[in-house]
């Protein structure tokens, strides 16, 4: 889908595109973005400045759960999840994930269990990165499919990156586009009609982008892997993306 078509009615207009920033450019900005909220997650709950989640856990709309990726806390995603709330959509995290550096199917039972125990259901699963493989593993390790509607995924290597290879430990290294667990969640394709796939014109953690056959794919002029959470246009778009899929007939 092409970033005209992708922008939603009433949305920011689309921003310059990500080529007329130069690509070394792109990378500082977004890793002295990504500083400044590892360093507010962490200094803002040393000062008891950090957002409480419970209170955007109100309203009368369809729920939505964050996830976040992988060493992000929940709060990566409240720009979006600010905006929801403001719409009348309960958010709920999932406290138990912390840095998120589980395997991808732990990290999924994690989030299935905060809906059974809230008895959440209808649920539109809110995601950046990492948290969109563990959505899609949600969705298909789900006893009840009622519990969750869909999954709107911001940068997500469905197909992995060729960088996870080069990288130390398990944690990161998970994403490699060969990894076992990796390749048997891509050959789940029957959840994929459920999921809108958003992401950055130019990511400089995901080079293979992160088209996902048979999801709805959202390309946005923009550039970066973490800056673009807290960009208006993405913003705009995955609030119509959660719309579009909350008004969607359930399966």
């Known amino acids: 889908m092409s970033p005209a078509a992708a922008t939603p009615p009433g949305a920011t207009p689309p921003a310059p595109s990500a080529r007329r920033t130069p690509r070394l450019l792109s990378w500082a900005l977004d890793y002295a973005y990504v500083a400044g909220l590892q360093a507010r997650s962490v200094f803002g709950g040393a000062l008891r400045r950090r957002p409480d989640p419970t209170l955007l856990a109100t309203g009368d709309g369809p729920p939505v759960l964050l996830l976040p990726g992988v060493y992000e806390t929940w709060t990566f995603l409240l720009p979006v999840a600010r905006r929801l709330n403001a719409l009348g959509h309960p958010v709920w995290t999932v406290p138990a994930l912390g840095l998120n550096r589980l395997p991808v199917a732990d990290s999924a039972r994690l989030a299935l269990d905060v809906l059974a125990e809230r008895d959440l259901t209808d649920v539109v699963l809110v995601a950046h990165s990492k948290g969109g493989l563990i959505g899609k593993r949600m969705m298909v390790q789900e006893a009840e499919p009622r519990r969750i509607r869909g999954l709107v995924a ?16 398990r944690t990161l290294r998970a994403f490699a586009p060969g990894n076992v667990d990796l390749l048997d969640l891509s050959a789940q394709a029957d959840a994929n009609e459920r999921i809108t796939s958003v992401y950055a014109e130019f990511d400089p953690h995901i080079p293979e982008q992160s088209v ?25 778009t995955v609030v119509e993306a959660v719309r579009r899929t909350s008004a969607a007939p359930p399966d």
């Not at 990156?161 to 430990?169: D, E, I, K, P, Q």
């Not at 946005?220 to 673009?228: D, E, I, K, S, V």
Request: charged letters at 10%; glycine letters at 12%.
């Open 212 to 236: 996902l056959a048979g999801a709805t794919n959202i390309e946005l002029p923009l550039a970066g892997h973490f800056r673009p959470l807290a960009h208006p246009l993405l913003v705009d």
């Open 154 to 169: 911001v940068n997500t290597p469905f197909g992995g990156s060729r960088y996870a290879s080069y990288l130390v430990g």
